[in-house]
């Protein structure tokens, strides 16, 4: 607990009585005194010398708090004058760790609290501190820059880690330049190694340890979803979790055909599946939605996964967006739960949008197997990192619990339908000249297509 925690365990006298004996001055800190009075034991950073600070914990834990007051720590003492701040997005960064309810302005006090600059992506505080902001998702900004103290937000959610190694090879400003990483755990690469370090500090929490400034529904709901749970393993204790045994596959096998940063193959394909979720509710399963190629070696890439909780107008609109984005050749739907309601609902926002509805005949690991020895034939790229999609691939076994995983693997449905449009030959009771007739009427359309669109068929990048 927090001494302000046990301060509110007192009783109104005894209370009294303790803030009375603070001095003028310290009863006008008291609301900034993070080290003396906010602050758990698990959310400082220890004593001694290391180099990174490395703070894994559950969701509402305070990771945020700890990290914009170990900042702000840093910029009072004066050992942080060129600080990076590096989020997983722009967005994260500025709505999480510079105007969130936690963020490095709400918690700076008065007399020290830094000026914003959103156009010049910094923050500049009185004593002359500076702090430059950065998306992991752009790794080459981080190209240069020198700091004596990194703020790292969520690094295992970083869709490019590369973006990891070009921070640390510019802190190198200062007497005393160290780093901290706030996140959830993954057991990525950079985990594992940062880990693994003898010049990192590692602390870690659950969410129970923040129970006392969770609100109470919002506890309630995490909880009931995930207690009990793998996926509550992860988010709620902070457990680094290993590969589940059976699992059609593994981190190491999503990280050998994984691409860095500035890798374009050229694509001669590109679709764009959809697992649509039956209700929108609050309760309700995600809407996978994962954009993916294929290159003229017969190699898949995963583009993007756009997945999560969106009404059907919304999924339906992102789906149609990133269709136009990626110039993609058709959007792929499974229809079990939408019927016909699916390209309804994507024809109001394209008319013309090239379709294909697929339907659930087979159970969800049956569909998954041909995919997953695409990987294991090393035949298939991530561009970047996709977490999410990833911990639902390494948890989906054959007996496939949804139970003990925590969710439904709507993320890994719509990579299955994908591929399998890509890569895989569909099973079909057809004979064998029925399909030459039918591949052969396909592509006579296709290049019908391409004579009178040639800009669409152009070859493709992924960006």
């Known amino acids: 607990m927090s001494p302000v925690e046990r301060l509110a365990q007192l009783t109104p006298g005894q209370r009294r009585a303790v803030l009375c004996r603070l001095t003028p001055a310290q009863q006008r800190s008291f609301p900034w005194a993070w080290r003396s009075w906010w602050a758990r034991a698990d959310q400082l950073a220890p004593d001694g010398e290391w180099f990174v600070f490395l703070l894994l914990a559950g969701r509402g834990f305070g990771k945020s708090r700890s990290g914009a007051e170990w900042v702000r720590e840093r910029v009072e003492s004066g050992k942080g004058r060129r600080i990076g701040l590096i989020g997983r997005t722009g967005a994260d960064v500025r709505k999480v760790m510079i105007e969130g309810p936690a963020g490095i302005l709400a918690i700076s006090a008065p007399w020290l609290r830094p000026t914003y600059e959103p156009g010049k992506q910094r923050l500049v505080w009185p004593n002359g501190a500076q702090a430059a902001t950065y998306s992991a998702e752009r790794p080459d900004q981080l190209r240069g820059p020198q700091h004596d103290t990194i703020w790292a937000d969520e690094l295992a959610a970083w869709r490019y880690p590369e973006a990891w190694d070009q921070a640390m090879f510019g802190l190198r400003h200062g007497a005393d330049p160290r780093a901290m990483v706030t996140t959830t755990p993954r057991p990525t690469a950079i985990v594992r190694g940062l880990l693994a370090d003898p010049t990192t500090a590692v602390r870690r929490g659950a969410t129970y340890a923040n129970r006392a400034n969770l609100p109470a529904p919002f506890l309630a709901q ?236 152009a070859p493709r990048t992924a960006q």
Do not use: C
Request: hydrophobic letters at 40%; glycine letters at 8%.
């Open 222 to 457: 995490l909880l009931r979803k995930y207690e009990g749970t793998r996926l509550g393993r992860q988010e709620l204790l902070a457990e680094l979790l290993d590969d589940v045994p059976g699992a059609l596959w593994t981190r190491d096998l999503v990280e050998r055909g994984r691409l860095r940063h500035g890798m374009h193959p050229t694509l001669t394909r590109v679709v764009v599946a959809i697992d649509p979720a039956a209700t929108s509710g609050e309760d309700a399963d995600e809407t996978g939605l994962i954009v993916a190629g294929k290159d003229a070696r017969g190699h898949g890439y995963v583009l993007a996964d756009l997945s999560g909780h969106y009404a059907p107008a919304e999924w339906a609109r992102l789906a149609i967006s990133a269709y136009r984005e990626h110039r993609a050749d058709r959007v792929v739907a499974e229809v079990n739960n939408g019927g016909e309601m699916v390209e309804a609902t994507l024809r109001v926002i394209d008319p013309d949008v090239s379709y294909r509805a697929v339907r659930a005949t087979r159970g969800k690991a049956v569909r998954a197997e041909p995919v997953a020895a695409l990987y294991e034939q090393g035949r298939m790229h991530h561009m970047g990192a996709f977490p999410q999609l990833e911990d639902q691939m390494v948890a989906f076994t054959t007996d496939d619990d949804e139970r003990k995983r925590g969710q439904s693997p709507d993320r890994v449905d719509a990579l299955v339908w994908a591929l399998t449009d890509l890569l895989v030959a569909p099973i079909s009771s057809e004979g064998i000249f029925d399909t030459y007739r039918r591949r052969a009427a396909q592509t006579a359309a296709e290049a019908a297509k391409a004579a009178a669109h040639p800009e669409h068929v």
